[in-house]
């Protein structure tokens, strides 16, 4: 498989909206690179190979240019373009994709760094960008990776992981102890790179990975469910939530922009959830809610 | 030691406010009974002999009044009080402390409970409500807690416990793998209430407690800085936490409440940290934030 490459070099200034604007346009995982005299930095996303960049290019540029509008100077910017092959991406990748720390007990590293510098307590998520194009180490997960580990008890919780993506989230639950976990998306291209990650951290047998749009054709309660969407699927989803979760089960909800939060807190609110903990990581929030009683 | 019982017997609809109106008056846990009917709630807690509750009750039943002007009905409520021994207050609290769970690895439990129902991998710490007056599972704690395990990594990291209260999270900090830990706490009651805690938990040999009022005569650099004290006294520690973290080192805070929150943000802002995470329970806020480079 042949990948493209998109590189911005910027202002530091503008390098926080624009890796925003990056990520809102698809980005995954975003590399980034200081320049020497530390004015301007480089960052490197990758799209396969059949995703049209040309108009994507065009809407970056713009979208950089009107940062000036928000009081940001974007300066003498530039957006370019590169087709690797597979291999030359991973290779790119090894780079700048180390090892993250997502807490005390919990990290994700490549299947290529060190497993030696953990001690015996840490629970590793292995998690290939050239497998999965995401780090996994984006806030929207991180906060998502909080919110399971304040929730789950080890007691074999049963769950349905919405919209998995690179599968992220079922492998941390079932490192942390989660039983049963049906695991969605809607997406062709995350489902192999869920299933590839599934099959690198041996839980491949352990997690029911389906093709699915949000909880359509679902059967049953669970213990909990996880999305790590946009906020604009969220808010359809909760009532589906609510119908799928037992009486006191969770709800962990992540990629909420500042934006979209009152709507998300009032619709779990109308639809018999009460929000546990807010938690917020720069522009991102993550909410954990639980479902107080069956309707 | 005698104690006195301090009760209220409210409405549902005044409980969430009730409380808030007793933790801010210094209650540091709460026992809440249902009533059969569902209609009204008894809120209990505990205070030393030696405290004064005659202006304590003549302002708690002015506050409780005063939740008309909010649009909540407190309807015919009571305020008692009860001279306690130090025997039959812990027998009450036996009634109503059980084991909390704080996220997947971490949980609070009374010496008494039955350690027998944990995993191994969950991290326990004993902390007797009898001997702290606090249970540990105040919103503002578990927030430092989850800061806590974001933060820590195994490496033992040096840290500063400022407040320590009833110890919790100098024991957290601890069994978490924290390496050098100095506890200060102002007040003789809670260094007395911490010390017992450290013996229970087998760490008092590790944590070098110290009556101090903030950072003052503080010597040194640390890896990790916790307060969770009020907001009106995390102003002035933010600076004084700068002078004594290491470049990259973290502060968690916490015992902040939503108006003081963007004070909080800018002080913190104003002197060299960057906020990394902003969690929320109920009406309270924490804040893991790290310092950049020393100035």
């Known amino acids: 498989m042949k990948w493209n490459k998109l590189s911005v070099r910027c202002t530091v200034e503008t390098q926080e909206a624009v890796s925003n604007i990056l990520i809102e346009n698809g980005a995954e995982g975003l590399q980034i690179e200081d320049e020497p005299t530390q004015e301007m930095v480089s960052l490197d996303t990758y799209f396969a190979e059949d995703f049209d960049l040309i108009p994507l290019v065009a809407r970056i540029k713009e979208q950089i240019a009107n940062l000036a509008e928000f009081g940001l100077d974007p300066g003498d910017f530039q957006v370019g373009t590169e087709q690797l092959d597979d291999s030359s991406w991973a290779d790119e990748w090894k780079k700048y994709y180390h090892t993250t720390r997502i807490s005390r007990y919990l990290a994700i590293a490549p299947s290529w760094e060190d497993e030696g510098s953990f001690d015996a307590q840490t629970t590793l998520i292995k998690l290939d960008p050239g497998k999965s194009f995401g780090t996994g180490t984006h806030p929207t997960t991180i906060l998502a ?24 989230l079922s492998i941390a639950a079932r490192l942390l102890g989660a039983g049963h976990i049906e695991a969605y998306d809607v997406e062709d291209e995350s489902l192999k790179a869920a299933s590839e ?99």
């Open 197 to 295: 990650n599934f099959a690198l951290n041996y839980c491949f047998a352990d997690i029911n990975l389906k093709k699915n749009d949000l909880l359509n054709d679902v059967n049953g309660q669970y213990d909990l469910i996880t999305a790590n969407i946009l906020a604009e699927i969220i808010v359809p989803l909760i009532p589906q939530a609510f119908e799928h979760l037992k009486t006191d089960g969770k709800l962990i909800l992540s990629g909420i922009i500042a934006d979209k939060l009152p709507l998300i807190q009032e619709t779990l609110h109308q639809h018999g959830f009460e929000v546990l903990e807010t938690m917020n990581i720069k522009d991102w929030y993550g909410i954990v809610a639980v479902k107080l009683q069956n309707s």
């Open 145 to 168: 990776l909080h919110g399971l580990e304040s929730v789950l008890s080890g007691k074999h919780e049963s769950m349905i992981d919405v919209g998995t993506g690179s599968g992220v």
